[in-house]
């Protein structure tokens, strides 16, 4: 009987390479921070090396000397390729991987893969691939012999390998459909948001560093059912639920794709329509890792992306999410935002009050009244209830007596009545 072999995916085994130009650009950070993205790819850190250099080699990215040693690390440790930490021009991409004799992937490849592998709806898969395509256009040289040593592994996932096998002018017209595809996607989005208004529905969105929290505080908010794993990019796709605040009063929460430092234009440009939920947001709830050390770097990395988007002017509520994981005497501030809160959306510490300062905002958006309506105005009141916060209701014998807060673009309507309580 022939004796079955078992195959398995081979488990590719990297080298993370960086250059530091400057003393204070931590990049020591910032290779940890492509190790936990290489290991949401899949794959395994052997080693990191960092080169101290003026500037980034414009030719081959690292300098004669350390690509050597690079190279006899991959013989010593049997590394399948190297991962940089910067995003690589074609000419750097190609004449690296001829010094070094190996597969050479840059961090943007990693994270193109991590967005391929994660995206489930129809939306994040265009979003992907065209992201995927823009990228891979410009170095299909260089690709085409690196993806020849191995059969997979890192940015080779989703619709990328079959494309590299078409010629440019294939490309840009499958970019060309695929942009067509994401208007239509755009188009939609407007047609919900137009409705929203309609509705006069206030809508937060929630943004923050990759693996803040963000999914996991809108489960406990709303039972979303998202998944929500210590991982870099763990959800992909936006969700939007509804939450009933204790009040009774609603808001609809939408959750953002995580930012990263680095993260590439590519997927800024290709996921516009989506982030852009932030930018026709009533609100920003900013989540924040207070437990990270580089918490202030990712602070500074989200308000840089939301700025690169074109969105400013907007009522920022910073939410200091893990505080089950640190010492309570630590100061926590943003001053950039408008209001703070310590939450832990794990244990639901502090979610209370997140809660009741997101009904004060509501409220402070609304106009206070107290009326008595004829009773043939009754539908009147069932506007108030949609719409507004009632918390008063009494029947008497001249009409339904009425205290609440109501939307400002709903105040004229709702006071239009020729009665003693109208003057």
């Not at 390479?17 to 290991?39: G, M, Q, R």
């Not at 690079?70 to 991962?83: K, M, S």
């Not at 929630?206 to 505080?217: D, F, P, R």
């Amino acid at each position: 009987m022939a004796e079955l072999i078992e195959l398995k995916e081979v488990e590719e085994q990297v080298i993370l390479i960086a250059v530091s130009t400057d003393d204070n650009d931590d990049t020591a950070a910032s290779l940890s921070e492509l190790e936990e993205l290489v290991k949401t790819a899949g794959a395994v850190t052997l080693d990191k090396i960092i080169q101290n250099r003026e500037r980034i080699h414009p030719g081959t990215y690292l300098g004669k000397g350390k690509i050597e040693e690079v190279r006899n690390r991959v013989w010593e440790l049997g590394a399948t390729g190297v991962v940089c930490d910067d995003e690589l021009s074609p000419a750097q991409l190609r004449n690296l991987e001829e010094a070094l004799d190996t597969k050479v992937m840059d961090r943007t490849m990693v994270i193109l893969d991590i967005f391929a592998s994660r995206a489930t709806t129809r939306e994040g898969k265009i979003q992907v691939e065209l992201a995927q395509l823009k990228y891979r256009s410009a170095r299909l040289v260089g690709l085409r012999s690196s993806l020849s040593r191995l059969g997979g592994g890192i940015g080779t996932r989703g619709p990328g390998e079959k494309k590299l096998e078409m010629d440019r002018r294939l490309i840009h017209e499958r970019i060309g459909q695929l942009k067509s595809e994401l208007e239509s996607v755009k188009r939609h989005r407007e047609v919900t948001r137009l409705q929203r208004d309609r509705n006069h529905t206030t809508v937060a969105a929630i943004v923050g560093y990759t693996n803040a929290g963000k999914s996991t505080l809108l489960n406990k908010l709303t039972d979303a059912d998202i998944l929500a794993e210590d991982k870099l990019f763990a959800t992909l796709d936006p969700t939007t639920r509804n939450l009933t605040l204790p009040g009774g009063q609603q808001i609809l929460l939408t959750d953002t794709v995580g930012f990263i430092r680095k993260l590439p234009h590519h997927l800024i440009e290709a996921f516009k329509s989506t982030l852009e939920e932030a930018k026709y947001s009533d609100l920003i709830l900013h989540v924040v890792d207070c437990s990270n050390p580089q918490m202030d770097m990712q602070m500074y990395v989200v308000y840089e992306t939301l700025r690169d988007l074109g969105i400013k002017d907007k009522e920022i509520i910073t939410v200091f999410n893990k505080i089950d994981e640190v010492d309570s005497n630590v100061i926590l501030r943003d001053i950039t935002s408008d209001h703070q809160v310590k939450i832990s959306a794990l244990t639901g510490e502090g979610l209370d009050e997140l809660q009741n300062l997101l009904e004060s905002i509501l409220r402070s958006k609304k106009i206070y009244i107290e009326k008595i309506y004829p009773y043939n105005e009754a539908g009147k009141i069932q506007m108030i209830r949609k719409y507004g916060q009632l918390l008063k209701e009494e029947y008497l014998d001249e009409g339904i007596q009425v205290c609440a807060y109501v939307p400002v673009e709903l105040y004229a309507s709702l006071t239009d009545i020729s009665d003693s309580d109208n003057k």
